[in-house]
C-alpha cells in the first residue's frame, strides 16, 4: 500500500519531465497496440464511418489552443 501518494506522483512528473521523447520506441508501443486491436477484432473496421461523430467530437476536445494557465469556458 502506497505510504504517501502525493510523493510517488510527484516522483512520476519528475520522470516524465526528464526523459525525452523516443520516436521509435513510441512507433512501436503504436504498432503493438494496433496488432492487439487487430487479434480482438476491432480492425479492420466494417463500416469506416462508424461513429464518426465520437472521433469528430474526440478531435475537437483535443485540439485546444489557449494558452497555459487559462480556463476554456464551456459551449454548449
Do not use: C, Y
Amino acid at each position: 500500500m502506497i505510504q504517501n501518494p502525493n510523493l510517488v506522483e510527484q516522483f512520476e512528473r519528475s520522470q516524465i519531465q526528464q526523459a525525452r521523447p523516443d520516436f521509435f520506441r513510441n512507433s512501436e508501443i503504436f504498432e503493438a497496440l494496433f496488432e492487439e486491436a487487430k487479434a480482438l477484432g476491432l480492425f479492420p473496421l466494417k463500416d469506416p464511418l462508424d461513429r464518426i461523430d465520437v472521433v469528430i467530437r474526440l478531435a475537437q476536445v483535443l485540439n485546444v489552443q489557449i494558452p497555459a494557465g487559462q480556463t476554456r469556458h464551456r459551449s454548449g
